[in-house]
């Protein structure tokens, strides 16, 4: 145990010396948010292309995943919230200042939209499926006729989750390691990345999944970037923040960052889909699974690193 | 036909003496590195170490064996140079098995004349034998054979030329489990 001696100052429980109000449920909740937002971008975003036949699993099968994914995700935030009864008083406001309300808007219009546009696919995919009612069947023709406005709608909102996730931690100017922008577009890509991977999980078709894991590398090669950018910009600002980067740089998340997140969880599925657009053998779900608990274990550390830095007092 | 994709396919092995060599290479970095040469029984030591503290921390606290591997500072036994060093080989592995046209679906390779069936019984039974002697020896093919030689240890030279050598004596009557 490590035990902290005040001889003034604050002492203010959960807060000091360490933040310590957000547990599993925030990271999960991050994750699944993410993950949403990079399956329905590129839903959206094949849909537009006209892309719909050869990128099936993309447009038609993945988004499945997603209501499950942000109904768990907002199960698990509501799990972390202190009164939980008042969850509601989020929507009887709108600030555009809070990332919060945001955050609470995107999902309140992302929840019902992924709903609608799996059930506008139903009958498509089991063409057993029947409505029962007349007013559902009138519904779903309404959601096919409108499906690339809601294509656009999705992408739009996607972006705005999946920065969203990041943003929620980069509004905490108190806690150095989280006070970065860096953090809004490096969740966002985090995001898309690994719904890109559940996406090919998912898929059987070769070309889909040659598509999709070209996309992945783009998408790891910028994350790389960021998680560069964003340490060397701590490196280069205020002792706090040199403090917070030090956490991965031979502090006690060190190991767990580079060994985890950054090898395992990027650099390593990039070589093995590197391997398998060059023709080797790659059975899918391993770079996929490997990018999945990447993800989730980028949003552990983050979380919990975050709370551990703060301005010195 | 394309040959090319066809030759991505096929198992490939390195010359045993050049892999040999890198492999001492790799120890010789090991040592570099962590201060500590290669392991892999210790890695599935520490698992079960691991779980017994966390199923029973006061009979793996009170254990002579099992207390020399939990940290005294409370940490998980498993925060250790060996566990990382065995997820390492692992994925290394897989890599290597990507390149060389051996990483396929889930397969047991087994002699012809023996069924998959028979291949799990011998390869478990070898295995619990394997952990067990390898406790006795203070490390496995890896720890005492490997590291134990480079280091000049007696004990690990002894491990060595035992294990290879009753593992020649032993291949005459299991050699129909192979060939």
């Given at each position: 145990m490590k035990e902290e001696l005040f001889v003034s100052g604050r002492n203010i429980p959960n807060i000091d010396p360490y933040l310590n109000i957000w547990h599993w449920q925030i990271p999960i909740y991050l994750y699944l948010g993410g993950l949403a937002a990079g399956i329905m971008f590129f839903a959206g975003y094949f849909t537009?292309?006209?892309?719909?036949?050869?990128?099936?699993?993309?447009v038609k099968w993945a988004p499945f995943l997603v209501p499950?994914?942000?109904?768990?995700?907002?199960?698990?935030?509501?799990?972390d919230l202190k009164h939980q009864l008042y969850f509601w008083r989020l929507y009887t406001t709108i600030r555009l200042e809070s990332p919060m309300s945001w955050g609470a808007w995107t999902l309140m219009i992302i929840t019902p939209l992924s709903f609608v546009w799996v059930a506008s696919y139903m009958k498509e995919l089991f063409p057993k499926w029947d409505w029962k009612f007349d007013i559902l069947n009138k519904a779903e023709a309404l959601a096919i006729k409108y499906?690339?406005?809601?294509?656009?709608?999705?992408?739009?909102?996607?972006?705005?989750l999946g920065v969203y996730t990041g943003i929620l931690l980069s509004a905490f100017n108190a806690r150095p390691l989280w006070n970065t922008s860096v953090l809004g577009i490096l969740f966002l890509t985090s995001?898309?990345?690994?719904?890109?991977a559940a996406t090919m999980w998912m898929s059987k078709s070769k070309y889909e999944r040659k598509v999709l894991s070209r996309l992945d590398l783009i998408m790891i090669g910028i994350e790389l970037f960021l998680i560069i950018h964003m340490l060397m910009g701590f490196l280069a600002a205020s002792e706090v923040q040199i403090e917070a980067a030090h956490l991965f740089l031979g502090g006690e998340f060190t190991v767990v960052f580079?060994?985890?997140?950054?090898?395992?969880?990027?650099?390593?599925?990039?070589?093995?889909?590197?391997?398998e657009l060059k023709g080797f053998h790659i059975p899918v779900w391993i770079p996929a699974l490997l990018i999945l608990i990447g993800g989730l274990v980028f949003r552990f550390v983050m979380v919990e690193a975050g709370q551990i830095t703060r301005f010195l007092y | 036909m394309n040959t090319e994709t066809d030759k991505k396919h096929q198992p490939r092995y390195i010359n045993p003496y050049f892999g040999g060599i890198l492999l001492g290479l790799l120890l010789l970095a090991t040592f570099f590195i962590a201060g500590r040469g290669l392991s892999a029984s210790g890695a599935v030591k520490l698992g079960v170490v691991s779980v017994?503290?966390?199923?029973?921390?006061?009979?793996?606290?009170n254990n002579p064996y099992y207390s020399k591997f939990i940290p005294a500072d409370g940490s998980s036994p498993l925060y250790n140079w060996l566990i990382f060093g065995a997820i390492g080989t692992f994925f290394g592995g897989m890599l290597s098995g990507a390149i060389f046209g051996r990483l396929k679906k889930f397969r047991v390779e087994h002699s012809p004349k023996i069924s998959a069936k028979t291949r799990l019984i011998a390869a478990g039974a070898g295995g619990i034998l394997f952990g067990i002697g390898s406790q006795f020896g203070r490390g496995c093919s890896s720890g005492a054979a490997l590291s134990g030689t480079a280091s000049f240890s007696y004990g690990g030279l002894l491990v060595m030329l035992l294990m290879f050598g009753i593992g020649y004596v032993f291949a005459y009557f299991f050699r129909k489990l192979w060939i």
């Open positions: 537009i292309m006209r892309k719909e036949k050869d990128m099936e699993t993309t499950g994914a942000l109904v768990l995700g907002l199960f698990a935030l509501f799990l499906r690339k406005s809601m294509a656009w709608l999705m992408m739009l909102l996607a972006v705005v995001g898309l990345s690994t719904g890109l580079w060994v985890f997140v950054i090898i395992l969880g990027l650099v390593f599925p990039a070589a093995l889909e590197i391997l | 017994v503290n966390m199923i029973a921390p006061e009979h793996a606290a």
